[in-house]
């Protein structure tokens, strides 16, 4: 895989270190891991323990952690129009990678964005827009506590950014935007190859190569607004013949590095959870390495493998 963030990089290293070690390398046809992944531990990302952040200013806006933002007057969600190399609208109804904004911190107040496909958003005229790949030409960005951001989602579709001082917070001042710390994790690794099979032979020469897939019901437009079944349906549809088509029989082994039972859908129940994690387990079973969840510790309930199995949201 071509990581592009090489903190999870490391991460996954370990994961495989610490379970080639327990398999002691020995090729046993039958050894499957079933691992948890330590986010958090060696690499302290906000999202995963806040307290340890308390006493930095404004701490809920570190840096590397992604943003969504949503018109209190118009309940639209700003989004980065085709992921990024246009114009910044605010005309979506589900928030997902599109609409996710991350943020490079300067100081406790001022910020840089960048968007799904990793431009930076900048200013053209009046209208914000994401197109170019230097940090400089991008604008910062002042974020204000409380209720939002100085932006004006001015209309249906085009952000302008004129109202760069706003008066008050109210409800019915289209400027005022509701901003939600989002999980940022792993998006990165989504623009890895379409095609995991394009780094085939990347593993020739290797001892028992192992190709490491990342699978999240996440970060990608096609989840919003798919209902629980959808969800599970995906999950034994098209990863199981993702999984099915990485799988060959005289290639690397395969491994499910990365997953998690949390999705974009609102208020499922714990049965649902049950439901979803289920047919992961089912069919990242059938990884021939096996697989790892992200995470073991997480103040996100149902991203701690630890939570999901003392509160009986998954069985092993
Ligand atoms: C930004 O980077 C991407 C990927 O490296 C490249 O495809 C694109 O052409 C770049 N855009 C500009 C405006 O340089
Ligand atoms: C959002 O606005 C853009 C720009 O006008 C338009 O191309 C796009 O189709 C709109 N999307 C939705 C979901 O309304
Ligand atoms: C999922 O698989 C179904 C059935 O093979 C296919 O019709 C659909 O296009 C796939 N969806 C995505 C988003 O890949």
């Known amino acids: 895989m071509r990581c592009v963030n090489l903190k999870i990089c490391l991460l996954n290293l370990l994961t495989l270190f610490s379970v080639l070690s327990l398999s002691h390398g020995r090729p ?183 190709i490491d897939v990342h699978y999240y019901n996440l970060f990608q437009y096609l989840f919003s607004g798919m209902t629980v079944q959808q969800n599970i349906d995906f999950v034994y549809n098209n990863r199981s013949s993702q999984l099915t088509h990485v799988t060959t029989s005289n290639g690397p082994l395969t491994f499910v590095g990365e997953w998690v039972a949390e999705w974009q859908v609102n208020g499922a129940a714990k049965d649902d959870y049950e439901r979803f994690g289920r047919a992961q387990l089912d069919v990242y079973g059938r990884a021939t390495f096996g697989w790892a969840y992200w995470a073991f510790e997480n103040v996100n309930n149902h991203w701690s493998l630890e939570w999901m199995i003392n509160n009986g949201y998954i069985k092993l």
């Open 28 to 210: 046993n046809p039958e050894f499957r891991a079933k691992a948890v992944n330590l986010g958090g531990w060696l690499v302290t990302e906000g999202w995963i323990k806040p307290s340890l952040f308390d006493g930095i200013p404004n701490k809920d806006f570190l840096d590397g952690i992604g943003l969504q933002f949503k018109s209190v007057t118009t309940r639209k969600y700003l989004c980065a129009e085709s992921g990024g190399g246009t114009v910044i609208v605010a005309n979506r109804t589900a928030a997902s990678g599109w609409e996710t904004f991350s943020l490079w911190r300067l100081d406790e107040n001022t910020f840089r964005f960048r968007v799904f496909n990793k431009q930076f958003v900048g200013l053209d005229g009046v209208k914000v827009v994401a197109v170019s790949n230097i940090s400089t030409n991008s604008k910062t960005f002042h974020v204000e506590k409380e209720s939002g951001n100085s932006n004006r989602a001015k209309t249906d579709d085009v952000v302008t950014a004129d109202a760069l001082e706003v008066n008050g917070w109210g409800d019915d001042d289209p400027s005022v935007l509701q901003e939600m710390v989002y999980n940022r994790i792993h998006i990165g690794c989504i623009a890895g190859p379409a095609d995991p099979r394009e780094l085939f032979p990347l593993t020739n020469g290797f001892m028992r190569p192992v």
